[in-house]
C-alpha cells in the first residue's frame, strides 16, 4: 500500500510587493512537490497597486490551487494566523513574499517533519544575483536560530494549532510574534530543528541612512519577548545582545559620543562594528 504525501500549504502574506510576489509564487509553482499536494494561500493586506488582479491571473492559470484573501491587518503576523486559520494542510509552511523558492523547498521542509521535527527552519540566504550593500536589508539563516524566522519555516498542523497558533500577545505587533511561537513550541517539549535544503533566497534591498538608523525600532518588543520566554537569554549575546554585532555597534556609538565630549582615542571603540561589518559573510568584496 502506497501511502500520499502530506498535503502542505503554503502561507504568504503580502503587502505592497506585487512584482516580488509573484516571483515568488512562479518559484512556488515550480516545486517538484506533487501538484495535488499542496495549495498557496496569499493573504493580502490590501493595498491598491494590481496585487490582487495579478494574483487572479496567476491563479486562472496555476498547476496548484492559489487562494486569495483580501485583509486589512496591522502587520504580517495576523496575516499568518489569518492563513494558518483557513489552512487544510497537515503541514503549515510559511514564506515572505520577498523571497524566492528553491525547486526543492517543500520536499525539503516535508522531509523535516515527517521525519519527526514539529518545527523546521529552513535556510535563507540573500539573492546571489544582487549585490550587497554596506546599508541593506535581508535575511540570512544558515542553522537554527532562537529567532525562527517566519520567512522560511515549516510547522506540523496539528502541533501548531495545539499551542494556539501565534501567541496573543505578540500577534498583532510588528515583529516578534514568529519568535513567540517558535518558543511557545519548543517549551512544550515538542523538537524543533533545521533543514538545510529548504533553501529559499531573500531580497536584498538598498536602505537610506535614515532607514538604517531606524531599523533597530523595529526590535522594541525584544524585552517583552525575554519576559515572556526568559530561556531565550541563554541564546543572546552575553545574555542581552542580540548579536556580536549588535554588542559591537553599542560600543560604536559609544566610542563616537566619547570621542566628541572627552578624547579622540575613544574612537577606538569604533574599531569592533567596523571590522564585523566589512567581514560579516563577504558583504563587500571590495570595501
Known amino acids: 500500500m502506497t501511502t500520499e504525501p502530506p498535503f502542505v500549504s503554503v502561507i504568504v502574506p503580502t503587502r505592497a510587493r506585487r512584482d516580488l510576489l509573484r516571483r515568488l509564487l512562479l518559484s512556488l509553482f515550480a516545486q517538484d512537490w506533487p501538484r495535488e499536494r499542496f495549495e498557496i494561500i496569499v493573504v493580502h493586506n490590501h493595498t491598491d497597486d494590481g496585487t490582487d488582479r495579478m494574483v487572479a491571473g496567476l491563479a486562472a492559470e496555476s498547476p496548484v490551487p492559489l487562494r486569495y484573501h483580501r485583509t486589512n491587518f496591522a502587520g504580517p503576523g495576523a496575516s499568518r494566523q489569518f492563513g494558518a486559520d483557513h489552512a487544510q494542510g497537515g503541514i503549515l509552511a510559511f514564506i515572505d513574499d520577498d523571497c524566492e523558492a528553491s525547486p526543492g523547498w517543500i520536499a525539503a521542509g516535508v522531509a523535516a517533519i515527517t521525519g519527526g521535527l514539529a518545527l523546521a527552519q529552513g535556510r535563507t540566504l540573500p539573492r546571489p544575483d544582487q549585490p550587497r ?130 578624547h579622540p582615542a575613544f574612537l577606538l571603540l569604533a574599531l569592533p562594528y567596523l571590522v564585523l561589518r566589512f567581514t560579516d559573510r563577504g558583504r563587500l568584496t571590495n570595501p
Open 133 to 262: 550593500r554596506l546599508l541593506e536589508k535581508t535575511v540570512t539563516v544558515t542553522g537554527p536560530t532562537p529567532y525562527f524566522e517566519t520567512c522560511n519555516i515549516f510547522y506540523d498542523a496539528a502541533v501548531f494549532h495545539a499551542i494556539g497558533g501565534f501567541p496573543a500577545d505578540f500577534r498583532d505587533r510588528f515583529y516578534g510574534e514568529d519568535t513567540a511561537l517558535g518558543w511557545a513550541v519548543h517549551l512544550a517539549g515538542h523538537p524543533t530543528g533545521f533543514a538545510p535544503d529548504a533553501l529559499v533566497h531573500h531580497e536584498v534591498f538598498p536602505v537610506s541612512f535614515r532607514r538604517w538608523l531606524m531599523e533597530p525600532t523595529t526590535m522594541r518588543h525584544w524585552p517583552a519577548l525575554v519576559r515572556a520566554y526568559p530561556q531565550m537569554r541563554r541564546d543572546l549575546f552575553l545574555g542581552y545582545f542580540l548579536s556580536r554585532l549588535t554588542a559591537a555597534f553599542d560600543l560604536f556609538a559609544l566610542g563616537l559620543i566619547l570621542a566628541a565630549l572627552v
